[in-house]
């Protein structure tokens, strides 16, 4: 498959960002052991953790270089979960890295098949109005891949029924992030849950916040024509 420009090349600088963000994820308290994995899109396809390997043994030369057609080099076996990592870069080009996890509060709500409705507005940050939960599928196989390409549709994270979740991004740090707000927000829902079924927010308001988040965190300079004054930013004086 033909090399991609926009992406980095291989080398190793972005082979310890992936060590690093591997790292973090355990820090976070989102993975234990060696259940996530982690990789980042690169001109000639993707790198990925490789398999059953604890994180504080990874070294920049144990990281799998994969291409799109699913073919690997080297002599280190990539995650058995790197199917999943090719199918979410082959839905979304855009897509830089992609995390994958066993986070506790977001794989304890996908043991029960439940995605994330709009109990908050926060859900927005996977790019819709909810977070969908994946259909089961044994884990490393294509039929797991297709589940989770259907549940992410047009958003960049789901959960993986009886498995975990997967979040992806621009960078290593904004798809740690969002694995990160997944496992959040299930959390919240979790205990929110506790009193009963929350209230749900509904498709106009979501509809609203998912615009409001286009701006969210972009300095003015950032912004397009008018939406400073439509998302009753403060108004700048000196
Ligand atoms: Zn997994």
Redesign the pocket.
């Known amino acids: 498959m033909s090399e991609n420009s926009s992406f980095p090349a291989d080398g190793p600088d972005v082979r310890r960002e992936i060590i690093e963000t591997a790292r973090a994820l355990s820090r976070l308290g989102l993975t234990k052991g060696t259940?996530g994995n982690v990789s980042a899109r690169i001109n000639s396809g993707f790198l990925v953790t490789p398999s059953g390997t604890p994180y504080e043994d990874l070294r920049e030369d144990k990281i799998v270089a994969m291409d799109l057609d699913g073919c690997y080099r080297g002599d280190v076996l990539p995650s058995s979960?790197w199917r999943m990592h090719l199918d979410f870069y082959l839905a979304k080009p855009a897509c830089g890295a992609v995390v994958?996890c066993?986070s506790p509060r977001a794989t304890a709500l996908a043991c029960h098949r439940r995605g994330i409705p709009a109990f908050h507005y926060m859900v927005a940050l996977a790019g819709g109005d909810r977070i969908e939960c994946a259909d089961y599928a044994t884990?490393g196989t294509r039929a797991l891949s297709e589940a989770m390409a259907a549940a992410l549709g047009e958003r960049n994270a789901c959960l993986l029924a009886n498995?975990?979740q997967i979040a992806g991004g621009p960078t290593l740090g904004k798809a740690l992030s969002v694995a990160e707000g997944v496992e959040d927000l299930a959390d919240q829902y979790l205990s929110a849950l506790t009193l009963g079924d929350p209230v749900i927010l509904d498709a106009t308001e979501m509809a609203n916040i998912l615009k409001k988040f286009k701006s969210y965190g972009k300095q003015t300079n950032e912004l397009e024509d008018g939406q400073a004054a439509a998302f009753e930013l403060p108004k700048r004086v000196g």
């Open positions: 259940s979960e994958h066993h884990f498995h975990g």
